[in-house]
């Protein structure tokens, strides 16, 4: 991993989603002894004149020399006719711009000066060279014109493997020999000097982390290209890698090609939020409302008591006897889904799409099934994680052969994977891609009163830290009839615990809720609560669960117990 100045992406200010993208790819996979400068602003005087320029990145390969490197973000054109060159934006729109090669070539120069120029860099000779990077686009052997060759080209390319392009961009290692660590440190100091950087508010790191994970989870959408043409598919993935987020963009796009989708799961938390989420994506809400919407969310027992409705069946679970509730909701509900879809064909979809599919069970697969117009062909797709299945069973699913991996933990920062990793017993390699982030915290916890360390949480987090209650879910493995919280009692005499979700965004609200009820959800913050009652047995999921429910800070109340512990 290479050294950056400014040495995290909280601290750049981006022009664009292209140099965002170079540089998480330069920190990443550029070997430990290079150095990266972003964003260098330079100002050269020659005699009255003033030459003002700015390097997108300034990247130290001691073996080779220093490289100034141009970003050049979306497609381009030269107009033969006039020289003027354009930049090509995701609309299509052309907007003029400067050679960007005449751009790399003049702050190659500016820095050549102001090297010569410094009381310590000018000791050092330095081989300066220059590149321009178009990471959206293959420019492969396009003739670019007669200032520029193939080497100080690179293109999309040059992101999967970026030491080999720039090797070549230097034109290899310099017979002399590597630079001097004092010529390092010294072309270091004169483009960032040392400032002191106080810790930002915890509110801020939050957001930054937030918008990072929006970034990276928009850009998994490609991964939906890849199994375009597949009608039915397993993809399988850990907490983090976005498949509830794959599952919504999957119905959005067959909702639009004119396909009537359901789209469901097992959590009825989690099919209200994915509602939510599905009709802010898709451009008429009211694809989603009347008798039969065009994509219809709901959990899966909320499918079969909408059916038997419609079907004129009674929908009725037993109360009061165990015994008949569990075999009510695990097997008789698949039954009378059937059932109802005999009396009402028209009630039945082009497409299904599963959510936390490790929660389905034999019986409702057979059932979703038979949901489908064309139960042969009808498209389906199933997400879930092999690690996830809380509740005790072995997930089957109706689909053969090999499941769609997703390896990239998108969706949480690089402290909190660090955290939840260690509980992960899934099949997939894990690769942790989310921004860095604020580290765990976990707190001590005295005495049953939760109260008052409560009250101090909340005055930091809301008042100190300038962090919204309502981004904050305290999870518990408790009951709401079980819990020590202090639900319905003011907390330092303002905020207050809800478990209704529809009162989660009340003002000075914070949600709570059981790890279960919250499978599948996340929060940019989460506090753990009451870990001391984790149910043995299941101890290892539910913490895995639990922790990997905060997207950009984790607060544990207690201490996580060691793998040692929970596997014992």
């Given at each position: 991993m290479a050294t950056m100045y400014p040495e995290h992406p909280r601290y750049c200010t981006f022009a664009s989603d292209a140099e965002r993208l170079v540089y998480v790819a330069l920190k990443n996979m550029l070997p430990a002894d290079c150095v990266v400068l972003y964003g260098v602003r330079l100002l050269v005087r020659d005699g009255r004149s003033e030459i003002h320029s700015e390097a997108d990145f300034v990247i130290i390969e001691p073996r080779c020399g220093v490289l100034v490197l141009e970003v050049k973000g979306g497609g381009i054109r030269r107009d033969r006719v006039t020289g003027q060159w354009y930049s090509i934006?995701?609309?299509?729109?052309?907007?003029?711009?400067?050679?960007?090669?005449?751009?790399?070539?003049?702050?190659?120069?500016?820095?050549?000066?102001?090297?010569?120029?410094?009381?310590?860099?000018?000791?050092?000779?330095?081989?300066?060279?220059?590149?321009?990077?178009?990471p959206d686009v293959t420019i492969g052997r396009h003739w670019l014109?007669?200032?520029?060759?193939?080497?100080?080209?690179?293109?999309?390319?040059?992101?999967?493997?970026?030491?080999?392009?720039?090797?070549?961009?230097?034109?290899?290692?310099?017979?002399?020999?590597?630079?001097?660590?004092?010529?390092?440190?010294?072309?270091?100091?004169?483009?960032?000097?040392?400032?002191?950087?106080?810790?930002?508010?915890?509110?801020?790191?939050?957001?930054?982390?937030?918008?990072?994970?929006?970034?990276?989870?928009e850009q998994q959408f490609a991964i939906l290209r890849v199994l375009g043409q597949q009608r039915r598919a397993k993809i399988v993935g850990p907490a983090g890698s976005g498949k509830t987020m794959l599952a919504i963009e999957k119905a959005r796009q067959l909702?639009?090609?004119?396909?009537?989708?359901?789209?469901?799961?097992?959590?009825?938390?989690?099919?209200?939020?994915?509602?939510?989420?599905?009709?802010?994506?898709l451009p008429d809400p009211n694809l989603l409302d009347g008798e039969d919407p065009s994509l219809l969310v709901t959990n899966y027992h909320g499918l079969v008591?909408?059916?038997?409705?419609?079907?004129?069946?009674?929908?009725?679970?037993?109360?009061?006897?165990?015994?008949?509730?569990?075999?009510?909701?695990?097997?008789?509900?698949?039954?009378?889904l059937m059932a109802a879809l005999a009396l009402i064909p028209a009630f039945r979809f082009d497409a299904v799409i599963v959510d936390e599919g490790q929660d389905f069970r034999a019986e409702w697969w057979v059932s979703l099934l038979d949901v489908l117009r064309d139960p042969d062909r009808g498209i389906l797709y199933i997400f879930y994680d092999d690690d996830q299945s809380i509740y005790g069973e072995s997930p089957e699913f109706p689909l053969p052969g090999e499941p769609f991996q997703l390896t990239e933990v998108l969706r949480n920062t690089q402290p909190?994977?660090?955290?939840?990793?260690?509980?992960?017993?899934?099949?997939?390699?894990?690769?942790?891609?989310?921004?860095e982030g604020p580290d765990v915290e976990e707190l001590p916890v005295t005495g049953s009163d939760l109260r008052p360390q409560l009250a101090a949480l909340f005055r930091r987090l809301f008042g100190e830290e300038g962090i919204d209650p309502q981004d904050v879910v305290l999870l518990t493995p408790r009951s709401q009839r079980r819990t020590r919280l202090p639900v319905g009692v003011p907390i330092a005499d303002r905020w207050y615990l809800v478990w209704e979700r529809d009162q989660w965004e009340g003002q000075n609200a914070v949600a709570v809720s059981t790890i279960h009820a919250f499978k599948g959800?996340?929060?940019?913050?989460?506090?753990?609560?009451?870990?001391?009652?984790?149910?043995?047995?299941?101890?290892?999921?539910l913490l895995y669960v639990a922790l990997s429910r905060a997207r950009a800070h984790l607060i544990v109340l207690g201490r996580i117990p060691t793998t040692e512990v929970v596997d014992d």
């Amino acid at each position: 991993m290479a050294t950056m100045y400014p040495e995290h992406p909280r601290y750049c200010t981006f022009a664009s989603d292209a140099e965002r993208l170079v540089y998480v790819a330069l920190k990443n996979m550029l070997p430990a002894d290079c150095v990266v400068l972003y964003g260098v602003r330079l100002l050269v005087r020659d005699g009255r004149s003033e030459i003002h320029s700015e390097a997108d990145f300034v990247i130290i390969e001691p073996r080779c020399g220093v490289l100034v490197l141009e970003v050049k973000g979306g497609g381009i054109r030269r107009d033969r006719v006039t020289g003027q060159w354009y930049s090509i934006d995701r609309h299509g729109e052309e907007h003029p711009i400067d050679s960007p090669f005449e751009q790399a070539r003049r702050t190659r120069y500016a820095l050549t000066q102001k090297l010569r120029e410094g009381p310590r860099t000018r000791q050092f000779d330095y081989p300066i060279r220059h590149a321009v990077l178009f990471p959206d686009v293959t420019i492969g052997r396009h003739w670019l014109g007669p200032d520029v060759v193939d080497e100080i080209v690179l293109d999309e390319r040059a992101l999967t493997s970026p030491h080999g392009a720039i090797l070549q961009a230097l034109g290899g290692p310099r017979p002399e020999g590597p630079l001097a660590s004092a010529a390092v440190e010294a072309l270091v100091e004169a483009l960032s000097p040392s400032i002191e950087i106080r810790r930002p508010r915890l509110g801020r790191l939050v957001r930054f982390a937030e918008q990072e994970i929006l970034h990276l989870t928009e850009q998994q959408f490609a991964i939906l290209r890849v199994l375009g043409q597949q009608r039915r598919a397993k993809i399988v993935g850990p907490a983090g890698s976005g498949k509830t987020m794959l599952a919504i963009e999957k119905a959005r796009q067959l909702v639009l090609q004119g396909m009537r989708v359901l789209l469901t799961c097992y959590n009825r938390n989690l099919s209200a939020w994915v509602s939510e989420q599905a009709r802010v994506s898709l451009p008429d809400p009211n694809l989603l409302d009347g008798e039969d919407p065009s994509l219809l969310v709901t959990n899966y027992h909320g499918l079969v008591r909408r059916a038997c409705e419609r079907a004129g069946i009674r929908f009725d679970p037993p109360v009061g006897d165990p015994e008949a509730e569990e075999r009510f909701w695990k097997e008789q509900a698949a039954e009378l889904l059937m059932a109802a879809l005999a009396l009402i064909p028209a009630f039945r979809f082009d497409a299904v799409i599963v959510d936390e599919g490790q929660d389905f069970r034999a019986e409702w697969w057979v059932s979703l099934l038979d949901v489908l117009r064309d139960p042969d062909r009808g498209i389906l797709y199933i997400f879930y994680d092999d690690d996830q299945s809380i509740y005790g069973e072995s997930p089957e699913f109706p689909l053969p052969g090999e499941p769609f991996q997703l390896t990239e933990v998108l969706r949480n920062t690089q402290p909190i994977y660090e955290r939840f990793r260690a509980f992960y017993r899934g099949s997939v390699d894990l690769v942790c891609r989310g921004p860095e982030g604020p580290d765990v915290e976990e707190l001590p916890v005295t005495g049953s009163d939760l109260r008052p360390q409560l009250a101090a949480l909340f005055r930091r987090l809301f008042g100190e830290e300038g962090i919204d209650p309502q981004d904050v879910v305290l999870l518990t493995p408790r009951s709401q009839r079980r819990t020590r919280l202090p639900v319905g009692v003011p907390i330092a005499d303002r905020w207050y615990l809800v478990w209704e979700r529809d009162q989660w965004e009340g003002q000075n609200a914070v949600a709570v809720s059981t790890i279960h009820a919250f499978k599948g959800l996340e929060a940019p913050i989460v506090i753990l609560a009451e870990i001391d009652d984790l149910p043995r047995q299941r101890a290892r999921e539910l913490l895995y669960v639990a922790l990997s429910r905060a997207r950009a800070h984790l607060i544990v109340l207690g201490r996580i117990p060691t793998t040692e512990v929970v596997d014992d």
